[in-house]
C-alpha cells in the first residue's frame, strides 16, 4: 500500500471519529451528561460534607461533625451565641455530649463563613441572628419556621427581620428553590422524587 493511501486511510478514521464525537456533542445525551454533572455540584450545595466544630460543656472541650441542614438558627445572648439544631447532637472526641442546643464564642459573620462559604443557607437577619433559610419562610416582617411543630424551639420562632437584610433572604430563599426545582428534573418531561431535604423547603 502506498505512503498516500495510509494517510488516506488514517484521515478517513479521524474523519469519521470527528464526525461521531460532533454528533455526541450535539445530542440530547450530551445535554444529559452535562445536566448529569451540574445536578451533581448543585446535590453538593445543598448537602455539602459535615463540618468539625469545637464547643465545651461545663469549661471542658468537646468536638462534633456538623452538617448545616441541621443548624435552624444562632442566636446571640451576650458574648455567646447558641446554635439550634434540629435533631441532638453528640459529640466525636473530648467529654461525651449530647444536645440541640451548642455554644459558640465567635462573631457571627466568621460562622456564616466557617459552615457556608456559599452563601446558600445561612443568613444574617439582625445584628445579633442568623437563620438557616431553609427552615424558614416570611411572613410580613416576621420569619416563621416552616414546621414549628417538628422543631419545637419556641426561641427559634417569630423572628423579626431588619429591613436590611431582607432582600438578602428573599435571595437566598429563591435561590434554594431554584436549585431544588432544578435538581427534580429527570429532563425526560418527568420530575423524579427528592430526599427529605428538598421536600421539607416547600412549605
Partial sequence: MKPEDDLIKKLKKENKELKKENEYFKSPL???DICQVIKGE???LLSPPKIEFHSTKNQKACSFKIN???????LSSGKTKWIYFK???SSLTGISVTSDKLSYTGNLHNFCKMFDNHGIHLCQISRSVIVNVFHYYLDRKTLRLIDPHKSKKGKC???PISYEYLEIFLSRK???????????????GKFSPL???HDSFEG
Fill in 30 to 32: 450530551f445535554m444529559w
Fill in 42 to 44: 448543585y446535590s453538593i
Fill in 68 to 74: 448545616v441542614n441541621d443548624i435552624i438558627c444562632v
Fill in 87 to 89: 435533631e441532638p447532637q
Fill in 157 to 159: 420562632d417569630n423572628l
Fill in 174 to 188: 429563591s435561590t434554594i428553590k431554584n436549585i431544588a426545582t432544578f435538581l427534580k428534573i429527570d429532563f425526560r
Fill in 195 to 197: 430526599t427529605d431535604l
